[in-house]
């Protein structure tokens, strides 16, 4: 099928959709190389940069960890694209870059792999445990939970847990242990462990030639601001307004890849810097397409760019959007469900009782 194709033709056909593509998964070596380079070496170079002005008793130099934490991010990303084979042709190539890369980015690089693929097998299903992703509960769900999980369920939504405490947690600490794989065999534990001994002989490196509270002072900062810019990203990628929720008799996988996933349609830099993960929509439905070819994919075909699209500053009231109302179809916040239900019990609270006298209607008898 040529790039000439008409819209037409593929309107509403997400699986169309994928067949157009899939000639679009083959990566270039050379540029998956270049890419590595461009990214690693400023990474290096910034950190080193960060601890001498540092060490030099200049605190202004910590500045310089948010450039490097967007190159972390970038990092994390090439090693995404290697837990879905896309970066190199050859499986080994892709599995190596990746359990190397995931020593910097503190990701057990297997473990994350297999979780990866179940959150891409079960994105937006309602009747399925969320791995890998944002729970996320229905209107009716919630409302049948006790006031106790109901107060749970709004602390974990909150904006400070989920990008402060949140991704801290995840790259500190639940990285460390296969939680929720602890009974699924060797692979979790491997993945976990080797990670674990791996960094710690890097950072013991490290430390040995900068000094523990200087390599601390460095890459803490580091480390957070990244962690809080991947959470964000992968946040936004499928909790937007709009985005696709069903239960299992309706549930469809090109359906939810499609329509489930945003296009984040941010400025140039930060899209390079997140190595284009914001065309997610494309990235879903055939996720064997390298990051630095999916520009591509919008250049050939510009109508996918209005799928799913948010601008930056529509992403930011994405915050408050907490629950799915099946009624509606969308996410709503915590504040639209109440006054919704203030607004249900009002009407039915004026409305009169079938079959009663009008005196116990609340009404005169004339």
Avoid at 115 to 135: C, K, M, N, T
Avoid at 336 to 341: A, G, M, S, Y
């Amino acid at each position: 099928m040529s790039v000439e194709t008409s819209s037409v033709d593929r309107a509403g056909d997400p699986q169309a959709w994928r067949r157009l593509l899939v000639r679009y998964r083959e990566p270039r070596i050379m540029r998956s190389l270049a890419e590595i380079v461009v990214t690693a070496v400023p990474f290096a170079f910034l950190w080193t940069l960060t601890w001498i002005a540092v060490s030099a008793g200049y605190w202004v130099g910590l500045v310089l960890a948010l450039p490097a934490a967007g190159f972390l991010v970038r990092l994390f990303m090439i090693q995404h694209d290697c837990s879905h084979g896309s970066f190199f042709r050859s499986r080994p190539a892709n599995n190596w870059v990746g359990r190397v890369i995931g020593v910097l980015t503190l990701t057990p690089y297997d473990l994350w792999r297999h979780s990866h693929a179940i959150h891409h097998a079960s994105s937006g299903h309602l009747d399925r445990p969320s791995v890998g992703g944002i729970d996320t509960l229905t209107v009716r769900e919630y409302q049948g939970l006790s006031w106790h999980h109901r107060l749970r369920y709004r602390l974990y939504r909150h904006p400070l847990v989920l990008f402060g405490i949140g991704p801290a947690y995840i790259f500190l600490l639940d990285h460390r242990l296969p939680v929720g794989f602890m009974r699924s065999g060797w692979m979790p534990w491997v993945s976990t462990m080797s990670t674990n001994m791996a960094i710690i002989v890097v950072a013991a490196g490290v430390i040995w030639l900068v000094g523990v509270g200087d390599f601390l002072l460095v890459q803490l900062p580091i480390t957070l601001l990244a962690s809080v810019m991947g959470v964000w990203l992968f946040y936004v990628q499928h909790q937007f307004e709009e985005t696709y929720w069903e239960h299992e008799d309706q549930w469809e996988f090109h359906e939810a890849a499609f329509r489930g996933s945003s296009h984040y349609a941010l400025p140039g830099m930060l899209r390079w810097f997140s190595a284009n993960i914001g065309v997610h929509h494309v990235h879903h439905l055939c996720s064997r397409i390298p990051s630095y070819r999916l520009g591509e994919v919008l250049r050939d075909y510009p109508e996918l760019r209005g799928v799913g699209r948010i601008t930056l500053r529509q992403s930011l009231a994405a915050v408050s959007l907490a629950l799915w109302d099946e009624r509606q179809r969308r996410l709503i916040s915590f504040r639209e469900r109440n006054e919704t239900q203030s607004a249900t019990l009002s009407i039915a609270a004026r409305a009169p009782a079938v079959g009663q006298p009008e005196w116990q209607q609340g009404r005169r008898c004339d």
